[in-house]
């Protein structure tokens, strides 16, 4: 049985953003699952729901593997400038993975404090 939705509805279900969810069904492993005519409907199914908890694991694996930091470097500091508010960020638009950045400033934090500088947000 055929169980085509939308894929706010789905992104809903699986409880990612549709940006995510859009992301991950451009690969081509699900090019028969999904019919990219406005709006987008994805075939809900078995072989859809074992793909996408693939992406999802391997997604989820790359964010839990953060190795503890050393120092403070550019990208850090400016993340802990902007308050890691990734709306703020000029890399966050860019990026394909979910940002680690907020976990690596509140560790570093923790080890060493704050960056020495001024700042005018909070974490």
Known sequence: MNNWLKIKDVATILNISNSNLHTIICKEEFKDLVIFNKPFHINFNIKFIKLIKKYLHNKE???TNISKPKEWTQSSIYCYKIGCNCQKCDIYEIMETKCQMKRVVLE????YGPPKIERNDIL
Do not use: A, G, Q, S
């Open 108 to 111: 570093l934090v923790k080890l």
């Open 61 to 63: 694996k790359i964010v």
